[in-house]
């Protein structure tokens, strides 16, 4: 079945500091890819996404491309800030009908002033 | 924007009482989830539920879950008999037809404290 992997944390990074989650994937078909974010007690809501093979999704500095050759959609982000401290969950969904969005095990992001 | 509500938004319950979580998906889709997490663990798979029948479910969603839509509005998570281990952050979305992206519009979670 579908699966996503992503690198453990915490990760621990200086605000203004580049960050770098690694995120592969395993899928039967051409999914679509997303990173979900989680700020502390709260819900889920949707980073970005990317839907074809090089497709570079982004919102608030944070990017990620979509690498069929090494199913692989990493996220970036130039300068991280205090307030991007959460926890990002890469996550696939198989197209059409009622497919479910699969998640990694998430990766705990902490930025220290 | 249109979102996902949930309630409650925290519940705390007696094992082996029955709970029932709700949600108010987005008012135009037609594919609807439940989604679980134990706290600091990853976020699981539960069931979707399409055409008023389950479409896929879990192995964790047993008979002791159930899922129902009683209306045009509402789609809930019945536990029949709660468990410790029942206790979670449970996570309702949904999807409009022909939305072939996949991506899912999460609520806010509904915590549920099983004593």
């Known amino acids: 079945g579908d699966s996503v992997t992503q690198m453990e944390g915490p990760v621990t990074l200086s605000e203004e500091a580049f960050l770098t989650i690694n995120c592969t994937y395993t899928?039967?078909?051409?999914?679509?890819l997303f990173w979900y974010v989680q700020y502390p007690g709260e819900g889920l809501q949707l980073l970005l996404k990317?839907?074809?093979?090089?497709d570079k999704g982004s919102n608030k500095g944070f990017e990620a491309t979509y690498r069929k050759e090494t199913t692989s959609f990493h996220l970036e982000k130039g300068s991280v800030q205090v307030s991007d401290s959460a926890v990002y969950f890469c996550?696939?969904?198989?197209?059409?009908?009622?497919?479910?969005?699969?998640f990694g095990t998430g990766t705990k992001l902490q930025v220290i002033p | 924007e249109p979102e996902v509500t949930q309630t409650p938004s925290h519940q705390v319950t007696q094992m082996g009482q029955e709970v029932i979580l709700r949600c108010v998906p987005i008012?135009?889709?037609?594919?609807f989830y439940w989604y679980r997490q134990i706290l600091g663990q990853k976020v699981e798979f539960l069931v979707s539920?399409?055409?008023?029948?389950?479409?896929?479910k879990s192995e964790i969603f047993d008979d002791q879950f159930s899922v129902e839509r009683p209306d045009g509005s509402n789609f809930t998570l019945k536990i029949r008999s709660t468990k410790l281990e029942d206790s979670a952050m449970y996570f309702c979305?949904?999807?409009?037809?022909?939305?072939?992206?996949?991506?899912?519009?999460f609520g806010e979670g509904s915590r549920l404290t099983v004593l």
């Open positions: 979305a949904s999807r409009g037809q022909g939305m072939n992206t996949g991506e899912l519009f």
């Open positions: 899928a039967t078909g051409y999914p679509s």
């Open positions: 990317a839907t074809k093979a090089d």
């Open positions: 996550a696939l969904s198989e197209r059409g009908g009622y497919q479910k969005v699969t």
């Open positions: 008012s135009n889709h037609l594919y």
């Open positions: 539920f399409y055409n008023n029948e389950i479409s896929e």
